[in-house]
Antibody, heavy 122, light 108 residues
Framework: EVQLVESGGGLVRPGGSLRISCAAS????????INWVRQAPGKGLEWVSS????????YYADSVKGRFTVSRDNTENSVFLQMSSLRAEDTAVYYC???????????????WGQGTLVTVSS | SYVLTQPPSVSVAPGKTARLTCGGN??????VHWSQQKPGQAPILIIY???DRPSGIPVRFSGSNSGNTATLTISRVEAGDEADYYC???????????FGGGTKLTVL
């Protein structure tokens, strides 16, 4: 069974940093792009970042570029999102999602984790 | 940047057909995917590549894409279909994934 489990969310002050993780199991991790999507309270889905299987292709939304860094450890079947210079508007549930079949570019997101809440507040 | 436009809400009676639209400039040239999200839950993929269904998704869900509009059609709507629905594309011009704003489907 495909499973994605996010962790590391919490309360952080504006300007602070946080690293969240996504642990994957139940599939050949090294064959898939992994994506991060966030959802602010009461709002819609917003794509954040995507990383290809070998980390050669990495993409970021304009709203986080230069502040967030995505990485993966294929030996640990994990993906990470390092977030810095956090702002109130980064408050959201952060989901990781497996890509259905993209090789170098994201395609469709066929499995999602349950999300981890990041709250940026003083 | 590429924009996807969805109506904020659609209402339909049980047993009827719901058509949810997703508008974008020449969206017919892109692959459109649809996700369903119920309150308090993570999204699930219901349509990919315009009209394909992942395993386990009922045939009542179908999709089409042409011109400037993609459409998710839900036939014989059930109370359990009440949810938010999001369309999604990959914009190769900007190297960005784009989500529509979402449509809340209400079953009357």
């Amino acid at each position: 069974e495909v499973q994605l489990v996010e962790s590391g969310g919490g309360l952080v002050r504006p300007g602070g940093s946080l690293r969240i993780s996504c642990a994957a199991s139940g599939f050949t991790f090294t064959s898939y792009i992994i994506n991060w999507v966030r959802q602010a309270p009461g709002k819609g889905l917003e794509w954040v970042s995507s990383i290809s299987s070998g980390s050669r292709s990495i993409y970021y939304a304009d709203s986080v570029k230069g502040r967030f860094t995505v990485s993966r450890d294929n030996t640990e079947n994990s993906v990470f999102l390092q977030m810095s210079s956090l702002r109130a508007e980064d408050t959201a549930v952060y989901y990781c999602a497996r890509d259905l079949g993209g090789v170098t570019e994201p395609f469709a997101f066929d499995h999602w984790g349950q999300g981890t809440l990041v709250t940026v507040s003083s | 940047s590429y924009v996807l436009t969805q109506p904020p809400s659609v209402s339909v009676a049980p047993g009827k057909t719901a058509r949810l639209t997703c508008g974008g400039n020449n969206i017919g040239s892109k692959s459109v995917h649809w996700s369903q999200q119920k309150p308090g839950q993570a999204p699930i993929l219901i349509i990919y590549y315009n009209g394909d269904r992942p395993s386990g998704i009922p045939v009542r869900f179908s999709g089409s894409n042409s011109g400037n509009t993609a459409t998710l059609t839900i036939s014989r709507v059930e109370a359990g279909d009440e949810a938010d629905y999001y369309c999604q594309v990959w914009d190769s011009s900007s190297d960005h994934v784009v989500f529509g704003g979402g449509t809340k489907l209400t079953v009357l």
